[in-house]
């Protein structure tokens, strides 16, 4: 059980981690002129860069070793490594292209999208409520294809290569630095290739901007690797329910950087879209909670009667140990009252 003092520390850490990522839509445009995808092979060099200094601090090498023991695992990280940089790339493009509202839009969708992978893949069984959200989801990307007069395809790659992402992740089943120390290490020599292969045909940024501007490019590490770190310190210390809650601080952030500071169109259709989306986070908001709420109140009914046959047991136990000398004090009580009913018997007669 947490103390209340890293229960707050964790609700704290988290607010942080999802804040970031939810502002994170006011710092890719201060890259510019660069483009997506050289900003994106930044990110993933300076990324390394900040986690290698990350577990120089923390000393966690061993995870090294048994990783390279491991091929299937390998094989995982380098699908989660791809699949994240086009999760990194389109979100870049987006941000810098004027699509923030769409790009919001992915994260929304991307728990309904979660659902819908894990019983296609998983075959898992879902709730009556979590099919009533998946089905509004639907309706919601439907409204939203007919809006935009096509489907919603940057949203729409955004929430399935990071639910892809995650479940990867869920089977390779390391920490949130050493996985991303792993996936930065497989992206390394691909992104510092297109680098300096930029560099020599004369278009990189990184340089003839200035000082300010190759600061703000090798920044991106440190913009990647500070909210992993968070979220890894607040999942460690608050409940799962709570980082579920506190996942939808993002894409709300980034709806209302798109709407009120970028000024992105939201037309009648798109509302109605995204009215859909919150109606459907709403129902599986509310499920998580009740569900949650049950299992609570199960595992606690389980520990009242674990204790409670303890409680029983010991006393037994007890009574088993004191057994001879129960049947001592027993019988004595038992002559004594024999005695006294002759006594009583015999002073009537």
């Not at 599986?284 to 409680?311: G, I």
């Not at 005695?339 to 009583?344: C, D, F, I, L, P």
Request: aromatic share 10%.
């Amino acid at each position: 059980m947490k103390s209340e003092g890293e229960q707050r520390a964790g609700l704290l850490y988290g607010i942080g981690a999802y804040g970031m990522w939810g502002l994170v839509p006011l710092f890719w445009p201060l890259l510019k002129p660069s483009g997506a995808v050289e900003i994106l092979a930044h990110r993933m060099v300076w990324s390394l860069a900040v986690v290698a200094i990350a577990l120089l601090v923390v000393r966690r090498w061993a995870w090294v070793r048994e990783l390279l023991a491991e091929p299937r695992k390998l094989g995982l990280l380098v699908v989660a490594a791809t699949v994240i940089s086009v999760n990194w790339g389109l979100y870049i493009w987006s941000v810098n292209t004027g699509h923030v509202v769409e790009a919001s839009l992915g994260y929304f969708i991307n728990p309904l999208v979660t659902i819908a992978m894990g019983v296609l893949l998983l075959k898992e069984r879902l709730r009556p409520a979590q099919w009533a959200a998946v089905a509004v989801g639907l309706a919601a990307v439907l409204v939203l294809a007919i809006g935009y007069g096509q489907p919603p395809w940057i949203s729409l790659t955004l929430a399935f290569s990071f639910a892809t992402y995650g479940l990867v992740k869920k089977k390779v089943n390391i920490g949130g630095l050493e996985s991303l120390a792993a996936e930065t290490v497989i992206l390394f020599v691909p992104a510092l290739g297109y680098l300096v292969w930029l560099g020599v045909s004369g278009d990189a940024t990184f340089g003839p901007e200035g000082a300010g501007h190759a600061a703000l490019l090798a920044a991106t590490g440190v913009v990647t690797a500070v909210p992993l770190v968070c979220f890894g310190a607040a999942a460690i210390r608050v409940p799962l329910s709570t980082l579920g809650l506190l996942q939808y601080l993002a894409p709300v952030f980034q709806f209302l950087l798109g709407v009120l500071y970028f000024h992105e169109a939201m037309p009648a259709e798109r509302w109605a879209g995204f009215a859909l989306v919150w109606a459907a986070l709403t129902i599986l908001t509310w499920d998580a909670l009740r569900t949650a709420r049950r299992t609570r109140a199960t595992a606690d009914a389980l520990r009242r009667a674990e204790a409670d046959a303890v409680s029983k047991a010991e006393a037994e136990a007890a009574i088993r140990a004191q057994s001879p000398d129960v049947a001592t004090s027993a019988a004595g009580a038992g002559a004594e009252a024999a005695g006294r009913r002759v006594e009583s018997s015999t002073s009537g007669e």
